[in-house]
Every structure is written in structure tokens, then in C-alpha cells.
């Protein structure tokens, strides 16, 4: 069985973030994996995060994903990402860039794709299950 991951961009948020402890648990949880994937627009989506949300300086924005880069492997999206994520937009009708994201984790053999918002439990492509790691947070801690 595969057990190599795939991180959502929110998933990073949230373990850098401080104002949801619960939820910055449990992504850096799932971030620990020593098998977890990001890709490109990942990274692209997390600098844009950073910069718009969060007011992060851009010096230290390059310093965060350096760090991410040197923890996690990389998928660079090919047009072959692209032309995969338009055949999942159209099939299951999920948003271009959700698509993006499956079409990367399935180019990159994981096993499960940890995403806030989509669809939790779904299998894509035979093998690949979405997982919401924040499901139960909020009834686990009370």
C-alpha cells in the first residue's frame, strides 16, 4: 500500500497559523509525515496566503518556503496536471483549482489528499482518498 500524502495549501496554513490551536494540532499532525507531497501551486497558493491574509514580509515569505521545500517532496505541475484537473472539474464537477489539486496528488502516487473542503471520503481515480483532517477536531475538544 502507498502511504505517501498530499497537503492541501490550507493544511500549512493552519500548522503555521496560531489562532486555531485545535487545528494547527492536528495539520501539523498530518504535516509530520515523512512521505507527504505538495506542489507547485501549493506553494504559489501558501506565498499568496502569507502575503494577502497574513501580512507576512516577503523575506520571510521566501524563508517559509525554502523550509517547505526542504520538507516535503515536490510536484511541479506539468500540462498534463492541467489537462487531468479539467477532465476532474468536468467529471465530478469540483472547482478548477480543487481539481488542480487532486489532478497533483494522483500524478504523485498518494494515497490521500488531506483537504479541508472536499468531499471527505471520496476515492479519485481508483486510489485516492480524500481525507478532512479537521472533521472531528471540533468534537474531540471540548
Not at 492536528?26 to 491574509?53: C, G, H, W, Y
Not at 510536484?75 to 464537477?93: F, G, K, P, W
Amino acid at each position: 500500500m502507498n502511504d505517501r500524502i498530499f497537503l492541501d495549501t490550507k493544511i500549512l496554513i493552519y500548522a503555521y497559523a496560531v489562532d486555531n490551536p485545535h487545528k494547527t494540532a492536528e495539520a501539523r499532525r498530518v504535516a509530520d509525515s515523512p512521505k507527504a507531497t505538495i506542489s507547485t501551486q501549493v506553494l504559489q497558493e501558501f506565498a499568496n496566503i502569507m502575503d494577502k491574509d497574513f501580512g507576512v514580509s516577503w523575506p520571510q515569505i521566501l524563508i517559509t518556503l525554502q523550509e517547505l521545500e526542504s520538507n516535503f517532496y515536490i510536484h511541479t505541475n506539468q500540462i498534463s496536471t492541467v489537462h487531468l484537473a479539467c477532465d476532474i472539474a468536468r467529471q465530478y464537477e469540483f472547482k478548477y483549482y480543487d481539481s488542480l489539486i487532486v489532478a497533483a496528488a494522483i500524478e504523485s502516487n498518494c494515497s490521500r489528499l488531506y483537504i479541508e473542503n472536499l468531499f471527505e471520503g471520496k476515492v479519485m481515480d481508483g486510489s485516492l482518498l480524500i481525507v478532512n483532517p479537521f472533521k472531528t477536531v471540533g468534537r474531540r475538544v471540548q
